[in-house]
């Protein structure tokens, strides 16, 4: 053991002296040490000396981060020939957030002086990326970033949850889970073991705990058990969904089947975005009828003849698709008032929803099989700035428009360009860009699966850039009259655009203050709409089940359509609809979907970091769910069940 007063410096003490000064996890393991539980000496380094290192790093000068001033040698030389250096930030272990797997730490370092400096560097330097930096500014805290450095403990990793939803311990093996009662702990030795300090661990924190032990075993045998860390178990209460009251679905009750548009707007929408699906209704644009009811859309097949371009031959589709394109094109560059925006909306959705999509679906229906040749998706077009194709602001003309949900409310990726840079670094560093860039610049001879599949992302981009025009005129009418740029989303659209054009002149300006009270209970209203439990189908047959997939995990059920990710440049373009499926869940991409509806990972454990930071984030997680990747397709519709830990394929 490290004698207290071994280390002098104020900013270097023995861990079981450890404060709040040097992070969560030191704390943490201070009150372990004091309640008698075995855990493996150390020092702990004060969050201070990170803040000289990051100063140096941000100025990029030569200045010393203090670690040469300090003399490491004796310490080390007690805590033996290996150790562990951990980081434990601020933000770490603590009951407002875990940080799980954010941080990093290294283990088994020689417990030279020199190599344990280089270690204390890489933990620090784990502070500075940009998964790190969001999970402190979701947090609302600085950066800070003590270190813990540790006589080494070479064995099997066990984690435990001393409390899950039934009461019981949860043990985790790697991927194998033991769930045990808290009155009859386990009969395997073990478990037993494990069992017994976290228990002790959990009543040193004072409350349930995420327990993560060492077991050194001796011919299968357990001979010692250490406790390396205990962090409360933090999970964001539950949102209670009910069914919303009988009269909001009323207006669907006409015989017809509606289908809710939970794939582009799983939230109750904007006044604003109800004034646009309005003024596209009064129009009869388009061959779906659309009702917003509660504040969700609705659609259902209008009555008459659907339009149909079977008839028409594939090459005269893609060339009258392309004439679309320019004409639609025309309308979105005449940006003028609002009234006149509006007007240009209309046109543009006629030539959109009746003649465009519908010979788009029409394709893609011929072909079949999706193809990866995509080059105008979001994808491409973050991979070619990664591999320095393209420069940042032809990422933004291209998907700048783009926002997370089809609302004209929300803020696009163009208003949010740190969006869009953080992407582009998270692409650098992904080794699947490599290959997705080669398949998208290698292929001379375009065949009609991928003229198809291209269309189809040029076509979301075009309504894309129509609801920005929108966007970009309301908020020059709010900077006009003195009306909140927030504000004007949640009024009434025809409190700013009057309802027949050639009474503009006529329309009187709201008041400002009328503005923001409107405003606010139009806020409320959705936020009430929120907690309602909608129908994905009012009317119709009743669905048959499909067969499940299962895997372990945490949440409610949520439905949603799938996106499969193999980069994180994709994850941080996540909508609040998506249902993510990956073959795993990284620390980095759980932060950076936490507006997505679920997670799903075909690997895993629901222990794991990943799982433990979507859990912390509120998202519902399926976890070692094999096989999920490989049979889900993008953008169908499923529903995940966290709980029960099983994902299932809907169809509407």
């Known amino acids: 053991m490290v004698s207290s007063g071994a280390v002098r410096d104020p900013d270097v003490i023995d861990l079981r002296d450890a404060d709040a000064a040097f992070g969560?996890?030191?704390?943490?393991?201070?009150?372990?040490?004091?309640?008698?539980?075995?855990?493996?000496?150390?020092?702990?380094?004060?969050?201070?000396?990170?803040?000289?290192?990051?100063?140096?790093?941000?100025?990029?000068?030569?200045?010393?981060?203090?670690?040469?001033?300090?003399?490491?040698?004796?310490?080390?030389?007690?805590?033996?020939?290996?150790?562990?250096?951990?980081?434990?930030?601020?933000?770490?272990?603590?009951?407002?957030?875990?940080?799980?797997?954010?941080?990093h730490s290294r283990v088994a370092v020689p417990s030279d002086p020199i190599s344990v400096r280089a270690a204390i560097r890489a933990v620090w330097s784990s502070a500075l990326t940009p998964h790190a930096v969001e999970y402190a500014h979701r947090r609302t805290h600085e950066v800070a970033l003590g270190v813990i450095v540790q006589h080494y403990v070479a064995g099997e990793r066990v984690t435990v949850y001393t409390r899950d939803d039934r009461d019981e311990l949860v043990i985790q093996r790697g991927e194998h889970i033991t769930r045990a009662s808290r009155d009859a702990l386990p009969v395997q030795l073990a478990d037993h073991h494990a069992a017994v300090q976290v228990l002790r661990a959990e009543r040193a924190i004072g409350v349930p705990a995420d327990v993560e032990l060492i077991q050194v075993c001796l011919r299968d045998d357990v001979i010692e058990t250490w406790v390396v860390q205990a962090r409360p178990i933090?999970?964001?209460?539950?949102?209670?969904?009910?069914?919303?009251?009988?009269?909001?679905?009323?207006?669907?009750?006409?015989?017809?089947?509606?289908?809710?548009?939970?794939?582009?707007?799983?939230?109750?929408?904007?006044?604003?975005?109800?004034?646009?699906?309005?003024?596209?209704?009064?129009?009869?644009?388009?061959?779906?009828?659309?009702?917003?009811v509660g504040g969700y859309l609705y659609s259902a097949l209008r009555d008459g003849v659907k339009p149909s371009f079977a008839d028409e031959l594939s090459t005269a589709l893609v060339g009258q698709c392309h004439a679309l394109e320019i004409r639609a094109a025309t309308w979105l560059a005449r940006v003028h008032t609002i009234d006149k925006t509006i007007a240009y909306y209309g046109c543009f959705m006629a030539d959109w929803a009746n003649e465009l999509s519908p010979r788009?679906?029409?394709l893609r229906a011929r072909v079949g099989t999706p193809h990866s040749h995509r080059p105008s998706s979001v994808e491409a077009t973050i991979a070619a700035a990664a591999a320095g194709s393209i420069d940042f602001s032809e990422v933004v003309r291209r998907i700048g428009a783009l926002a997370p949900t089809w609302d004209v409310a929300v803020p696009s990726f163009g208003e949010r360009p740190e969006l869009l840079q953080r992407a582009i670094e998270l692409a650098k560093r992904t080794s699947e860009r490599a290959t997705f860039v080669s398949a998208a610049s290698t292929s001379e001879e375009l065949d009609l699966a991928s003229i198809a599949a291209d269309l189809a992302e040029r076509d979301d981009?075009?309504?894309?850039?129509?609801?920005?025009?929108?966007?970009?005129?309301?908020?020059?009418?709010?900077?006009?009259?003195?009306?909140?740029?927030?504000?004007?989303?949640?009024?009434?659209?025809?409190?700013?655009?009057?309802?027949?054009?050639?009474?503009?002149?006529?329309?009187?300006?709201?008041?400002?203050?009328?503005?923001?009270?409107?405003?606010?209970?139009?806020?409320?209203?959705?936020?009430?709409?929120?907690?309602?439990?909608?129908?994905?189908?009012?009317?119709?047959?009743?669905?048959?089940?499909?067969?499940?997939?299962?895997?372990?995990?945490?949440?409610?059920?949520?439905?949603?359509?799938?996106?499969?990710?193999?980069?994180?440049?994709?994850?941080?373009?996540?909508?609040?609809?998506?249902?993510?499926?990956?073959?795993?869940?990284?620390?980095?991409l759980a932060v950076f979907v936490g507006r997505c509806a679920a997670l799903v990972s075909e690997t895993g454990g629901i222990l794991d970091h990943g799982a433990a930071l979507a859990r912390e984030l509120g998202i519902t997680c399926v976890v070692g769910c094999h096989d999920a990747w490989t049979s889900l397709t993008d953008s169908q519709l499923v529903?995940?069940?966290g709980d029960a830990g099983t994902v299932t394929p809907r169809t509407i």
């Open 461 to 588: 981009l075009l309504f894309a850039r129509a609801q920005h025009m929108v966007r970009t005129a309301l908020l020059v009418y709010a900077d006009e009259h003195g009306i909140d740029r927030d504000d004007i989303f949640w009024l009434p659209l025809w409190d700013v655009v009057t309802d027949h054009l050639d009474q503009g002149a006529n329309h009187v300006p709201i008041d400002p203050m009328v503005a923001k009270r409107k405003a606010s209970a139009a806020r409320a209203a959705a936020e009430r709409a929120s907690k309602w439990q909608m129908p994905l189908v009012v009317g119709g047959e009743a669905q048959p089940a499909r067969e499940a997939l299962h895997g372990v995990g945490h949440g409610p059920r949520v439905t949603g359509r799938v996106v499969r990710f193999a980069s994180l440049a994709a994850a941080t373009l996540a909508s609040p609809g998506d249902v993510i499926v990956v073959r795993a869940v990284t620390p980095a």
């Open 360 to 362: 788009i679906t029409e």
């Open 639 to 641: 529903e995940v069940d």
């Open 24 to 103: 969560g996890k030191a704390l943490g393991l201070a009150k372990l040490i004091a309640a008698g539980l075995p855990v493996p000496p150390g020092f702990a380094i004060s969050a201070k000396l990170f803040e000289r290192f990051a100063a140096a790093v941000a100025t990029r000068t030569d200045e010393s981060d203090g670690l040469h001033e300090l003399d490491f040698s004796e310490q080390l030389a007690e805590l033996g020939p290996l150790v562990a250096v951990r980081s434990s930030a601020t933000v770490e272990d603590g009951a407002a957030g875990s940080a799980a797997g954010i941080f």
């Open 234 to 292: 933090v999970q964001r209460t539950r949102t209670v969904f009910t069914p919303p009251p009988p009269i909001v679905l009323a207006p669907l009750q006409d015989g017809r089947v509606w289908t809710w548009d939970v794939t582009h707007n799983p939230d109750p929408l904007s006044p604003a975005q109800i004034g646009l699906v309005e003024h596209v209704e009064r129009a009869k644009i388009g061959a779906y009828e659309l009702r917003v």
